[in-house]
C-alpha cells in the first residue's frame, strides 16, 4: 500500500492543487449557491408580480375596447335616428300629419282644425314639431286613440292631454303631440348636423 501512495507523496502538488481547486468550486457551490436560490425566488416573484401587472392590464384594455366598442355603436344608432327617425320636416311632415289625422279618425276622435307650432332644438340639432287639437269623443275612443299611436312606427309622443265634461257621455277634450325633426343645413333654426 505504501507503494500505491509513494508516487503521491513525491508529486504533492500534482494532486494537491487540483484537489484544492475542486473544494474550492464546492464552497462556492455551498456559499454562492443559496444566493442563486434567492436570485431565482426574487426572480420568480417579480415574474408573478409582472403577469399578475399584464392580467390586470389586460382586462383594463379589454373595459375600454368594450366602452369604445360600445361608444362607437351609440354614435352610429345616434346617427342613424337622426337619419330614418329624425328626418328633415320636407320629407316627413306631411306623413306624419296625414298618420296623426288617420288614427284620431280611426278611433271615433274627428279634429276639426289643427294647429302645428314648431319650437328649434338648437343644441340637438332638432326641431320639435305639435300637433294641437281639440276632439269630443268618449273615454274609450281616446284610449283606442293613444294605443293606436302607441302601435305606430312614428316617432310621435303625447305632450298634454286635457278632459273635460262635454255634456251628455261626452268628453272634450284637448291634444299636444309633437314629434322631432332634424334640422336641415340650410334651415334659419340653426344648428344643423
Not at 417579480?46 to 362607437?72: D, F, G, Y
Amino acid at each position: 500500500m505504501k507503494r500505491l501512495l509513494a508516487p503521491f507523496r513525491r508529486h504533492v502538488l500534482a494532486w494537491a492543487l487540483p484537489l484544492a481547486v475542486v473544494l474550492l468550486n464546492l464552497a462556492w457551490l455551498v456559499a454562492f449557491g443559496s444566493g442563486a436560490r434567492l436570485r431565482a425566488a426574487d426572480l420568480s416573484s417579480r415574474l408573478e408580480r409582472a403577469r399578475a401587472e399584464n392580467a390586470t392590464v389586460t382586462a383594463v384594455l379589454a373595459e375600454r375596447e368594450r366602452l369604445w366598442i360600445a361608444a362607437t355603436e351609440n354614435r352610429d344608432r345616434v346617427e342613424q335616428l337622426h337619419r330614418e327617425v329624425f328626418a328633415t320636416e320636407s320629407s316627413r311632415l306631411t306623413g306624419a300629419m296625414r298618420e296623426v289625422r288617420e288614427l284620431a279618425a280611426r278611433s271615433g276622435l274627428l279634429p276639426t282644425s289643427m294647429s302645428y307650432p314648431s319650437e328649434p332644438l338648437v343644441d340637438f340639432g332638432l326641431s320639435r314639431r305639435s300637433f294641437v287639437f281639440s276632439v269630443e269623443g268618449s273615454y274609450a275612443d281616446l284610449r283606442t286613440f293613444l294605443h293606436l299611436l302607441e302601435l305606430t312606427d312614428s316617432f310621435v309622443g303625447v305632450d298634454r292631454i286635457r278632459v273635460g265634461e262635454a255634456g251628455s257621455g261626452r268628453l272634450s277634450i284637448a291634444l299636444t303631440l309633437s314629434t322631432l325633426f332634424g334640422v336641415e343645413p340650410s334651415s334659419p333654426n340653426g344648428g344643423g348636423r
